[in-house]
């Protein structure tokens, strides 16, 4: 009955929203060429996760593009542009950090939810230049794709359910959560100061050193470097991107190596790849099949099939293996994605086996 009320609960949220008109943009303009515009989006889900002895389930926010509002600024500035922009999640229930055991509150904001508050100055000829918190150099690095489907299947396996742990092949609950095994290594958001080269045929290089600013028990010190590349080709399109990422925490050095790449054909069919590893053993690669198509009047549907393959996250020696089905169709008409994503994780190590976590997640996100 709980499951089947939470399910009703959020099918009538999704389809008031879908019943919403098209929102003009919200978007004010300025005598001297500048403008600034509020945007946001909405993106409630329903969660179930089974980890083999019972299941949970709750209305959360999906932690791969959480709910959130932001302001952009933007100025012409000599011959550049200056742009600043807030942005902060409202601290709905994540769908990262239910388990077993927990239940965040509907809503819980702090300020850990603050994703940017960024100041940039782009040169054009020279590059651009970024100061506050907002992106490393290396975010997004791990995450190239081009299926349309991230919402529900990409490489931040632990963003669907990453808090839910493993129970021991007799049952018992582990401290082995799904995070913990299935990193991508892609870089965050920090207060920093980054650079970013101009495009050169297609590539560009980007810089950036932050530090942990909003959590008050880190003093993590970040320094990455971060090569783009991206071009359009006969009969499809390319981009990808490979970085490297150290953490200082309290003078001992963490090194991280990861990159990308995604193609989409014009046919719709499209790939997905990314490798990574880490100073300390651990390494892991991940692919993704996907399919585009414009099957219905109301907008594209991307269907997708994904795995994640590491190694050695935990324990030396251990196996991490996650596979996954999605899709998502798009409804131009109110702006907004429904999607439907299932996945299955497994994780084993030398001396002691798990079992399998399921997850379901279905949700929709509306952007204005």
């Not at 389930?57 to 302001?71: E, K, P, Q, W, Y």
């Amino acid at each position: 009955m709980t499951t089947f009320w939470r399910t009703s609960t959020l099918s009538a949220v999704v389809a008031g929203i879908a019943a919403l008109p098209v929102q003009a943009e919200m978007k004010y303009d300025n005598n001297s060429g500048g403008f600034v515009s509020i945007y946001g989006q909405f993106n409630p889900a329903f969660q179930m996760v089974d980890d083999g002895v019972g299941s949970t389930s709750n209305l959360v926010d999906n932690s791969h593009s959480n709910t959130r509002v932001g302001i952009w600024v933007n100025q012409p500035l000599g011959s550049g542009t200056f742009t600043f922009n807030f942005e902060t999640a409202l601290g709905l229930r994540a769908s990262d950090s239910v388990s077993q055991t927990f239940t965040p509150k509907g809503v819980d904001w702090s300020r850990t939810n603050l994703r940017k508050i960024d100041f940039a100055y782009d040169s054009g000829t020279y590059g651009k230049f970024y100061l506050g918190q907002g992106s490393m150099a290396t975010d997004g690095i791990a995450d190239t794709d081009y299926s349309g489907t991230s919402l529900v299947l990409y490489n931040g396996i632990g963003d669907t359910a990453g808090s839910f742990t493993f129970r021991s092949s007799a049952g018992a609950m582990s401290s082995v959560s799904i995070s913990s095994v299935t990193s991508s290594f892609d870089g965050g958001r920090r207060g920093r100061v980054r650079y970013d080269s101009a495009d050169f045929s297609g590539f560009s290089i980007s810089l950036a050193a932050g530090e942990e600013i909003l959590d008050s028990n880190s003093n993590d010190k970040f320094y990455d470097v971060a090569l783009r590349y991206a071009n359009e080709f006969s009969g499809g399109k390319f981009t990808g991107g490979f970085g490297f990422s150290r953490r200082d925490r309290n003078g001992v050095d963490r090194d991280d190596t990861f990159g990308s790449f995604s193609v989409l054909l014009d046919s719709g069919f499209n790939v997905s790849m990314a490798v990574g590893s880490r100073d300390t053993g651990e390494d892991y690669v991940y692919g993704k099949l996907g399919y585009k198509g414009d099957w219905f009047a109301i907008g594209q549907t991307a269907l997708g099939v994904d795995l994640y393959d590491g190694s050695n996250f935990n324990t030396s020696g251990s196996s991490t293996r996650v596979f996954g089905i999605g899709a998502v169709q798009n409804i131009d008409s109110v702006n907004m994605e429904a999607y439907l994503g299932l996945r299955s994780y497994e994780f084993s190590e030398v001396t002691t086996s798990y079992r399998d976590i399921e997850s379901v997640l279905f949700g929709a996100r509306w952007k204005f």
